[in-house]
Antibody
Framework: EVQLVESGGGLVQPGQSLRLSCTTS????????MSWVRQAPGKGLEWVGF??????????EFAASVKGRFTISRDDSKSIAYLQMNSLKTEDTAVYYC???????????WGQGTLVTVSS | DIQMTQSPSAMSASVGDRVTITCRAS??????LAWFQQKPGKVPKRLIY???SLQSGVPSRFSGSGSGTEFTLTISSLQPEDFATYYC?????????FGPGTKVDFK
């Protein structure tokens, strides 16, 4: 069974940093791209960013709203994807989900989400 | 960036109704369009991928169609468990973008 479990969320002050983890099981992690999607309280879904598999260079793409502040990395030996969030703003407050896949596999499985609250 | 719009933004329907939701892209996205269902407090669930392919395990009353810039999600006979918010997503080009959502509630 495919499982994705996010962790690392919490309350932080504006300007601080936080690293989220997405621990996976049930599939060959190294074969898959991974994405992060967020949802602010009471709002819709927003794609945050994406990391390709190593076979496709392991490169990343980001939404304009987080570009330059957020990075995504992966540890294929541990089957974990990371979202490093720096210079956090109040508008980054959201539930953050990780999803897997690219192309027509994109977002076929989701984690349960982790809440990040940015507030002073 | 590709903008996604959905119509209607909300609708009221009854069990057994045929429901159609439209998603439009600001430029062509081929068939890189997926539909998601989200219930309050729950994780989004993918229903349709590649515009018209049904996700494994999703009831056949859900169907998708379209290509290019206009897409539809149809629920042939609405069931009580289908009351939810539905989102389309384009993943043809970066940044990927979701539609604003369509909330389907009880009439």
């Amino acid at each position: 069974e495919v499982q994705l479990v996010e962790s690392g969320g919490g309350l932080v002050q504006p300007g601080q940093s936080l690293r989220l983890s997405c621990t996976t099981s049930g599939f060959t992690f190294g074969d898959y791209a991974m994405s992060w999607v967020r949802q602010a309280p009471g709002k819709g879904l927003e794609w945050v960013g994406f990391i390709r598999s190593k076979a496709y260079g392991g490169t990343t793409e980001f939404a304009a709203s987080v570009k330059g502040r957020f990075t995504i990395s992966r540890d294929d030996s541990k089957s974990i994807a990371y979202l490093q969030m720096n210079s956090l703003k109040t508008e980054d407050t959201a539930v953050y989900y990780c999803t897997r896949g690219a192309g027509f596999v994109f977002a076929d499985s989701w984690g349960q989400g982790t809440l990040v609250t940015v507030s002073s | 960036d590709i903008q996604m719009t959905q119509s209607p933004s909300a609708m009221s329907a009854s069990v057994g109704d045929r429901v159609t939701i439209t998603c439009r892209a600001s430029q062509g996205i081929s068939n890189y369009l997926a539909w998601f269902q989200q219930k309050p407090g729950k994780v989004p669930k993918r229903l349709i991928y590649a515009s018209s392919s049904l996700q494994s395990g999703v009831p056949s009353r859900f169907s998708g169609s379209g290509s290019g810039t206009e897409f539809t999600l149809t629920i042939s006979s609405l069931q009580p468990e289908d009351f939810a918010t539905y989102y389309c997503l384009q993943h043809n080009s970066y940044p990927f973008t979701f539609g604003p959502g369509t909330k389907v509630d009880f009439k």
